[in-house]
């Protein structure tokens, strides 16, 4: 039966830095020797800061063109009383052009 003795080595961290087993047969001796991870490149956060303002241009784009839309049913809804004022205005001309072609 094979016997093995591991030794594991941590830093102040207490991340564990190397790894060594020990065995009666076979290799004598074989170490992993691992490193700690960093805190990372950032690229995380700044993919974030980037979404972010991504989300914030199409949000305010999203808003202003709703802006437009009413600003144009306004102006449509305004364009239509104007047409209907004047088809007014035309029809008591042509009744008063009327009444004057019959007296």
Do not use: C, H
């Not at 094979?2 to 020990?22: A, D, F, S």
């Not at 364009?79 to 209907?84: H, L, M, P, S």
């Amino acid at each position: 039966m094979t016997q093995e003795r591991i030794t594991e080595t941590t830093n102040e961290q207490g991340t564990l830095v190397e790894r060594t087993i020990e065995r009666d047969t076979g290799p004598a001796q074989v170490t992993v020797n691992t490193s700690p991870s960093s805190g990372g490149s950032g690229m995380g956060v700044i993919a974030a800061i980037v979404l972010l303002l991504v989300l914030a241009v199409g949000g305010y784009m999203l808003f202003n063109n709703s802006g437009s839309e009413e600003r144009k049913d306004n102006a449509v809804a305004k364009a239509a009383g104007d047409v209907g004022d004047a088809a007014q205005k035309a029809g008591a001309a042509v009744e008063k052009a009327a009444d004057k072609m019959a007296n």
